[in-house]
């Protein structure tokens, strides 16, 4: 803990983590959703707090307790997830955004519960807002933006696309899939900037947290 209480760059700063995955409801009894645990998205919650910044932790259905110190909101959907970030990204001096927020939603849930009928069922989806574009995009109060990029194949360019297209001050290139990323406790990470990268190397995600928040303090310090 020493390392990032050292130069005490998060003492005070207000951050906002999102967590977690969401919840798409197809109709009043069901949903559709993703693997993530929220275990990564917490445990940065739990370093940063530890580093003495003011912790805001947005988080999706997950099973985890709060983290101490750490002011929680919760949600479903990625509605109500952008909603609740939008509103706070403002007041917050950095953003990291580690849910995995569902790209699609229904374009209209059923208000009672759907009846099974024909041998085939085609659901129609709509595209979610992107909330980290948006906080990132923001011309008033935005926050430094650290977002996530959770890839199977060609995981860095993936993640430099995604650094530039968001405008993101630093992404995180997560390779997921086969035990690694989602629902494990291990995971390492490759941190992108504008003009230099670091290799966070395999670890548990609570170790990995640690340093991770230690480099964003340093980045977020340099910015
Ligand atoms: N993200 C977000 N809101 C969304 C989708 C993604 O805030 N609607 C954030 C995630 O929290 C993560 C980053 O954007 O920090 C990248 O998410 P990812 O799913 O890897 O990228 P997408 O832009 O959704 O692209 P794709 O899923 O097609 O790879
Ligand atoms: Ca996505």
Redesign the pocket.
């Known amino acids: 803990a020493a390392a990032f209480f050292a130069d005490g760059v998060l003492a005070g700063r207000r951050v906002l983590i999102?967590a977690g995955p969401t919840r798409e409801p197809l109709d009043p009894v069901r949903f559709i959703t993703n693997r993530s645990t929220g275990k990564q998205g917490f445990a940065i919650a739990a370093a940063a707090a530890a580093a003495g910044a003011e912790v805001t932790l947005v988080a999706g259905p997950v099973t985890l307790p709060t983290p101490a110190g750490v002011a929680r909101i919760d949600v479903e959907s990625?509605a109500e997830m952008?909603a609740a970030v939008l509103a706070r990204a403002p007041a917050h001096d950095i953003f990291v955004?580690?849910?995995?927020?569902?790209?699609y939603r229904a374009a209209a849930p059923a208000e009672r519960k759907m009846k099974k009928s024909a041998e085939t069922l085609t659901l129609d989806l709509v595209r979610?807002?992107?909330?980290?574009?948006d906080v990132a995009a923001l011309t008033s109060g935005r926050p430094f933006c650290v977002?996530?990029?959770?890839?199977t194949h060609d995981v860095l360019a993936?993640a430099e696309d995604?650094r530039r297209r968001?405008r993101l001050d630093l992404i995180c290139a997560n390779h997921v899939g086969a035990g690694k990323g989602f629902e494990a406790d291990d995971n390492a990470l490759h941190v992108l900037w504008e003009g230099g990268s670091r290799e966070l190397p395999l670890a548990d995600k609570r170790e990995l947290a640690r340093a991770l928040v230690a480099l964003i303090a340093e980045r977020y310090a340099a910015a």
Request: without cysteine; glycine residues 4%; charged residues 20%.
């Open positions: 999102s990625a952008h955004a580690t849910a995995a927020v569902a790209d979610n807002p992107d909330i980290l574009a977002g996530f990029a959770a890839e993936y995604k968001k």
